[in-house]
């Protein structure tokens, strides 16, 4: 069984095994009796890297034997391994010759937090998100059968992701085409029920093997010529396999379900990995797993563990802390208990975010107000629809990125009916290492075309509450999008006071520059402002747009200039323009926001320094507009 270390080496450990099993080639090298070694000097590698650069670490920690029997057992990268909610992956890519670049992990030019195409042939389907894997290895596993090729499908899915619509649609559809498939759940106390032990591994061996395939086979074709009989047998199957396994449901879908099997016993992975790479049809693997296994503090705290930032290194001064105002999550966790404290109708609503959207307080104060339905956004929208209904006040606290997977139910199920539901939209505009799968770059823009819907942008703490008041008390669907991070330490005023909707306020008067701003773009804009003597507005609202605030700047300066951490295209800059066009207003206007292109990862001021959203990439590019 694997061992457990209690802290993280800040020394690189040696690994004389890894060493030779740099890539999956090296790895089928090695005997199997050395791949328990492996696995131990595996996790410390993984101990040691993520604390060098940060980033994600229970998750890989508890997928570190599975990740080597996968690549020992299947002929990687020809056989194509999915890994589903892409945080699983760091022990896959120190295994598929990426252990010498971990330390370029989620930097600028570095290595990706998650499984891309263009890093690795290795990375067969990028991901960020979850419930992708089975869909993605369905579609693999059907081209290769139309290719004539022999080469195998593996989907991992796991850390919860299997609560997720899209992958029962998927688990569902795979059957009706008899997609010679494998689907591994990497079931760690996030998803179904654990059965672990020896009883299981030797079902699990057995229900696997070809000997069993071949006798099930065999007693179909002989019991299927008796009336009655095969039925009488399979239920009976069924019922064996029901008392002991809990597969019945996937069974029933069509799947050859075998588990739950212990995730950290090498020899019993690999044997009923052999014994199923060959099986015909849907194959599904039920692999019960530790997060954070073999770390004494992960196992203890899981979640706390989920990712960890880089060690500092030892005996050196840490760095003066600049004062920074309390993040923009902590502030809406707050006013959400203020709130519910003044209007026991308020509920809260969250996709699995407790502790990301900071509603670990709320929980616990008013538990039976609470709902967390895991990873299943959609499910998140339409359930706040139907209580808003009935009369509740539903807030939905979500990230940007993940709210675009609800978009179908933000407009048909929300803003269609006009439903009293609050989006309280974390994470929007760049959020730095975990890239562009989970940038909110284009909430504005798509949030922006809906009817009846009120969007508003904070520039601060302040004008964070301000807002989720306001949208709380409109008559309708209402959406706050802020950022990841601190503020600039705004004062936050007492109560639960609102906003005329739809109005902005002038922050800073000067001359012929006028900077419209929506969000928290207005530090950098007065910085600029005070350089090139011009008047700052802070929008407030993308949807009502403050039209006559807009008319009064166009009247008085001769450039127009639109900030947002948004898509350019579609997002508050373009509903600036569209007003002036409609209008008939001519007046040069410079649109500022996010590039027509993914960013890259890197540090969050490195991605505005790269976007021209930082002041001196603001001052530039009026300049520029200016000498033009």
Not at 224 to 246: D, H, N
Not at 267 to 294: C, E, S, W, Y
Not at 416 to 442: K, N
Not at 496 to 525: D, M, S, W, Y
């Amino acid at each position: 069984m694997p061992t457990t270390f209690q802290q993280i080496p800040r020394e690189r450990p040696p690994t004389p095994l890894l060493d030779r099993a740099a890539t999956p080639a090296g790895l089928r090298r090695l005997g199997e009796a050395e791949l328990e070694t492996l696995a131990d000097e595996l996790r410390l590698e993984l101990l040691y890297s993520v604390g060098q650069t940060g980033g994600h670490f229970g998750a890989g920690l508890g997928v570190i034997e599975l990740t080597i029997a996968l690549h020992y057992v299947f002929d990687t990268p020809d056989d194509r391994l999915i890994w589903d909610v892409g945080h699983q992956a760091y022990p896959h890519k120190i295994l598929t010759g990426r252990r010498e670049r971990m330390a370029s992990l989620r930097q600028k030019d570095g290595l990706a937090a998650f499984p891309r195409r263009s890093e690795s042939e290795y990375d067969t389907f990028g991901v960020g998100h979850s419930s992708t894997s089975i869909s993605a290895a369905l579609g693999m596993a059907i081209a290769a059968r139309l290719q004539g090729s022999s080469r195998k499908s593996i989907a991992v899915i796991g850390d919860g992701a299997l609560t997720a619509g899209m992958a029962f649609e998927a688990l569902n559809h795979a059957p009706e085409v008899g997609a010679d498939m494998l689907v591994i759940l990497n079931d760690n106390d996030m998803s179904i029920s654990r059965n672990v032990g020896g009883l299981s591994n030797y079902l699990a061996k057995i229900l696997s093997s070809r000997t069993y395939a071949s006798m099930r086979e065999g007693s179909k074709k002989v019991l299927s010529r008796l009336p009655g009989a095969w039925e009488i047998a399979r239920r009976t199957e069924e019922y064996a396999k029901g008392m002991l396994v809990p597969g019945t449901l996937f069974e029933e879908l069509g799947w050859n379900y075998i588990g739950p099997i212990d995730g950290h016993d090498l020899p019993t992975l690999i044997a009923t990995l052999r014994n199923m790479r060959d099986l015909k049809g849907p194959q599904f693997l039920h692999v019960v797993t530790k997060k954070g296994k073999g770390f004494a503090p992960a196992e203890v705290d899981p979640i706390g563990y989920h990712a960890i930032t880089k060690l500092e290194p030892l005996n050196v001064p840490a760095a003066p802390k600049q004062a920074t105002g309390p993040k923009y999550s902590s502030v809406f966790g707050e006013w959400l208990c203020d709130m519910a404290e003044a209007d026991a109708r308020l509920v809260g609503i969250t996709p699995a975010m407790k502790e990301g959207s900071d509603l670990v307080a709320f929980s616990e104060r008013f538990p039976e107000r609470y709902f967390d339905v895991a990873i299943a956004e959609q499910h998140a929208v339409t359930l706040a629809a139907g209580l808003a209904c009935e009369g509740a006040k539903p807030v939905v606290a979500i990230y940007s990125t993940f709210l675009q997977r609800a978009y179908d139910q933000l407009i048909h199920d929300v803003a269609v009916q006009h439903l009293d539901v609050l989006f309280a939209i974390d994470r929007a505009g760049l959020v730095g290492e975990d890239g562009p799968t989970h940038a909110g770059s284009f909430d504005l823009s798509y949030l922006r075309c809906i009817p009846g819907l009120v969007v508003m942008a904070p520039s601060d703490e302040n004008e964070l509450r301000l807002m989720l008041s306001t949208g709380y008390h409109y008559p309708g669907p209402a959406a706050v999008r802020y950022p990841r991070g601190t503020g600039p330490n705004a004062v936050i005023e007492a109560g639960l006071p609102t906003l005329e909707i739809g109005k902005g306020v002038v922050r800073r008067n000067g001359q012929k520059i006028a900077l419209l701003v929506f969000g928290v773009q207005l530090a950098e804009a007065l910085q600029v402002a005070d350089t090139l003597d011009a008047t700052v507005v802070d929008m407030r609202f993308v949807k009502p747009l403050d039209e006559a605030l807009v008319q009064q700047m166009a009247d008085n300066h001769d450039l127009l200039v639109t900030l947002e951490e948004n898509a350019v295209m579609g997002g508050a800059g373009s509903a600036v323009g569209e007003y002036l066009a409609r209008e008939g207003v001519l007046k040069p206007l410079l649109q500022l926001g996010l590039p027509d292109t993914y960013v890259e990862h890197a540090k969050p001021a490195q991605m505005l320094a790269q976007c021209g959203l930082d002041a001196a990439g603001i001052e530039a590019a009026i300049r520029k507009r200016l000498a033009g």
